[in-house]
């Protein structure tokens, strides 16, 4: 049972534009959200994440919202940039430790941005 | 810090046989995960260890192994390797799980294996 829905699958942006990416979840224990980023033939690594306590977190161009009554979170990427293109990962975990603790990552988001 | 590192990058394994995909970190991380990553599948947690000597099943551990004796080391070890191995595998590694500051995960570059 996937935990985590992505979308879209993969996306293509132009140079300058904002690409969207959207997260949702089913477990409300949940109460961390990261979003990670992959380039090609690298490990993911952690571009920004949040706590439920807040609905934004923004870190340069990259922005997370967070709505918590629907149960669903987006990376906002503003100004995109050709060096942005890689796939993002949206990811959860759970405040109660264990197997919970873990994180649960979605199925990814390929980012294309053309110049 | 070299970080995390995995050895090796690419192998090619025939079905039947058997190989350690080796996973160092030199942060003194009581956590350490092994994902597997299927194309347009995301990241699946294979086993995970919350310190030396403690190893735990995450979501898809049949056909592997782990053990986990020092604080640096987390090998993971395919038996009798199927096509369905197939696979890129990331190690992982965390300061702590869910509490505090310190949760984020640190990946390695990968480990590319082919099952043939």
Redesign the interface.
Known sequence: QQQVKQSPQSLIVQKGGISIINCAYENTAFDYFPWYQQFPGKGPALLIAIRPDVSEKKEGRFTISFNKSAKQFSLHIMDSQPGDSATYFCAASSRYGGSQGNLIFGKGTKLSVKP | NAG?TQTPKFHILKIGQSMTLQCTQDMNHNYM?WYRQDP??????IY?SVGAGIT?K?EVPNGYNVSRSTTEDFPLRLELAAPSQTSVY?C?SSYS???GLY????????TRLTVL
Not at chain 2, 40 to 45: I, P, R
Not at chain 2, 103 to 110: K, S, Y
């Open positions: 995390v995960y347009g599948m995301g990241l699946k947690l995970y735990d995450g990331f992982a799980q869910t509490s949760n984020e995960q640190f990946f390695g570059p990968g």
